[in-house]
């Protein structure tokens, strides 16, 4: 009967030392489970740091005002032109003669290219001049103009600028010809760093 006690005694000292030893592995693997997550989380804040601090990748660049020579109404002013709406700019029944709108930023920024896309829908699309040569200066920087012949289209139409600059004008050259008297476009989007 002592032989038993004492094997009992044994197995559960042993039986202990088993459910200690599973508790503490499972302790110290949530421990470094946690220290691994938290040391992802820092590598990535880091490297979020990193890449807006260097602006090593493009993103969408928002203006921050934009003027034109004029507008058909409030509801067609340049400003819509960022606004990834439907609306864009029409200018006031000018058949877009000696039209531009400009956009300023913040500050100097690098702009890689621009994106411009006439109305898409049809019938925005068919009551509007389209633009067919456009004249893009940096009035703020020493970087040349930039001549680019739009299509006739519902498409977006991407056009490098490879630039560092505060300020764009986008001055309108000719259109296609068509009989309305209003003008305009939809939507431009710069893309660049900074």
Not at 103 to 111: A, V
Not at 146 to 152: G, P
């Amino acid at each position: 009967m002592n032989e038993e006690i004492k094997n009992n005694k044994n197995i559960s000292k042993y039986l202990i030392i088993l459910i200690v030893g599973i508790l503490l592995g499972a302790g110290g693997f949530y421990g470094y489970e946690t220290y691994e997550d938290q040391q992802l989380v820092s590598s990535v804040e880091e490297i979020e740091k990193t890449s807006n601090a260097n602006s090593e990748f493009l993103r969408i660049i928002k203006p921050i005002s934009c003027t034109s020579s004029s507008e058909l109404s409030d509801n067609y002013s340049c400003e819509n032109l960022s606004d990834n709406g439907y609306d864009g700019w029409r200018d006031n029944n000018k058949s877009c003669i000696d039209q531009w709108f400009s956009f300023t930023f913040d500050k100097g920024i690098y702009l890689e290219f621009v994106v411009i896309t006439n109305y898409e829908r049809e019938t925005d699309f068919l009551e509007n001049k389209t633009i067919e040569n456009i004249l893009i200066t940096f009035p703020e920087s020493e970087y040349g103009s930039i001549s680019k012949t739009l299509e006739n289209d519902r498409i977006e139409q991407w056009i490098d600028l490879d630039v560092e600059t505060s300020i764009v004008t986008f001055n309108v050259a000719s259109t296609y010809e068509d009989t309305n008297d209003t003008c305009g476009i939809q939507e431009v989007r710069f893309y660049g760093k900074g």
